[in-house]
Nanobody
């Protein structure tokens, strides 16, 4: 099947930046949409941003102007550049990918990467 693994989380001061990566592997035929979601402590998982195979992007309002989603189709990898981070951005960030694999359609989540923003 297809797996995704996130990396790049960590501890950063408010106003700082982090770049998250999402590497997909397995019997990938195509990746349609890659997305980043986050879940803060005691909160529901929420959308951060998505990007299609053609490069169309969609952002949550809080992410507009601060976060940038991108992908490298040749590497089956997605990225989330986060600038001007705020303490309220503290959360576990999850990558989601969907598309076609050698076994059919897939939609998969990673294990998440912790982002902590200190004030």
């Amino acid at each position: 099947q297809v797996q995704v693994v996130e990396s790049g989380g960590g501890l950063v001061q408010a106003g700082g930046s982090l770049r998250l990566s999402c590497a997909a592997s397995g019997r990938i035929v195509s990746i349609n949409t890659m997305g980043w979601y986050r879940q803060g402590a005691g909160k529901q998982r929420e959308l951060v941003a998505t990007i299609t195979s053609g490069g169309s992007t969609n952002y949550a309002d809080y992410a507009k102007g601060r976060f940038t989603i991108s992908r490298d189709n040749a590497k089956n990898t997605g990225y989330l550049q986060m600038n001007s981070l705020k303490p309220e951005d503290t959360a576990v960030y999850y990558c989601n990918a969907n598309g076609m694999s050698g076994l059919g359609r897939y939609a998969t989540w990673g294990q998440g990467t912790q982002v902590t923003v200190s004030s």
